[in-house]
């Protein structure tokens, strides 16, 4: 079968052909329907190496960590599924024993160094094929929803949603105001499911004007990015900051906007992982903010992203390729001139 396979590291990932993968106990056989192209698979091609990067990261694998499909084959000792039925696939694969495992939360398994990976596209093989291999319990339902639009959702929607589920007691009064920092595939969801989850007035902000128009026609107040960002953000806050802000990006200068757009106990949470730093002063940080980090999310909000999802609430922008072109939409990925979430899809749409 084909696959885009990662195979050296500073190296452009290749289409290759590879054996189709037999599910082993426990697990599924995937049709995939769609894989989404995602930031950090750019940073495994291009900024890790022998000396720096996640040991699990090693290559070769097939790329593709946001993966949606229908059931192929059930592998031994795996019941109650169905062969043609789609799933959403949570792409964190821990050791499954521990605290942070026993509660769905993968990411943060207490015995990640140990595991020979991270997920599914990372360290193992992923989406970007026409079959994959996943663990039954990795799956998520989608019943009659369209599972290639979907497959950005295991990333790039529970990403956002844990972020923000964990500011929602900073967003319930009636005058709160949340700040949305990059308009790319995550920062757009993460406007709807702001909208979605709160009342709060949510401020968006980037610097592209395509992006902007998006994120206002979901109901965002826009500001654009460059001279004057931080006041103009302020003042529309009546000068009191913001209540919750999420910067999408996590370079130094976003995070310097979201440190000085955010409230006394407030909160700022850095999801993206552009590398930036911050240099923190008591007297130039407003008291009692937090700024914390997160990564990725829960197997169970995933199950509450897809419901966000078949329930109309959560739409992603994206661009659909076949697994022929995917190389190309990498590319794209690279160069910056994607305008939604690149999907490839292995079997049409």
Not at 18 to 33: C, F, R, W, Y
Not at 157 to 186: E, N, Q
Request: proline letters at 6%; a negative charge; one cysteine or more.
């Amino acid at each position: 079968m084909k696959a885009v396979v990662f195979e050296k590291y500073k190296t452009f990932p290749v289409l290759a052909e590879i054996e189709k993968p037999t599910p082993g106990p426990g697990e599924v056989l995937l049709k995939v329907a769609g894989a989404g192209a995602c930031h950090s698979d750019v940073a495994v091609f291009t900024d890790f190496s022998e000396d720096f990067g996640p040991a699990q990261l090693k290559p070769s694998f097939v790329l593709g960590h946001e993966n949606a499909g229908w059931i192929e084959e059930l592998g031994p000792g795996v019941s109650g599924l169905s062969k043609g039925d789609a799933f959403l696939v949570y792409g964190p694969i821990g050791c499954g024993h521990c605290k942070a495992c026993s509660r769905g939360q993968d990411t943060y398994c207490e015995n990640a160094a140990t595991m020979p990976y991270l997920a599914s596209g990372l360290g193992r093989d992923g989406g970007m094929a026409e079959y994959m291999v996943v663990p039954a319990r990795n799956l998520v339902p989608l019943g009659d929803a369209d599972p290639v639009a979907a497959a950005p959702l295991s990333d790039a929607g529970l990403t956002p949603y844990h972020a923000i589920k964990k500011s929602l007691p900073l967003l319930t009064h009636g005058d709160a105001y949340a700040l949305v920092i990059g308009l790319g595939g995550l920062g757009q969801i993460a406007v709807q499911i702001l909208s979605a989850l709160t009342g709060a007035t949510i401020i968006a902000t980037d610097t592209k004007e395509e992006a902007m128009k998006a994120a206002e026609a979901r109901g965002a107040v826009v500001v654009p990015g460059g001279e004057g960002q931080a006041e103009k953000i302020r003042e529309i806050t009546g000068g009191r900051g913001v209540d919750a802000v999420f910067d999408l990006v996590g370079a130094g200068p976003t995070i310097d906007v979201a440190m000085k757009t955010v409230a006394a106990q407030g909160r700022v949470t850095v999801v993206g992982i552009a590398g930036g730093n911050y240099e923190w002063n008591f007297y130039t940080t407003p008291y009692e903010t937090e700024l914390t980090n997160t990564y990725w999310g829960t197997i169970e909000e995933l199950h509450e992203v897809v419901a966000l999802y078949r329930a109309g609430k959560i739409t992603p922008d994206v661009e659909v390729y076949s697994l022929d072109d995917a190389l190309e939409a990498y590319q794209k990925l690279v160069d910056g001139t994607l305008s939604a979430r690149a999907v490839v899809a292995p079997h049409g749409r």
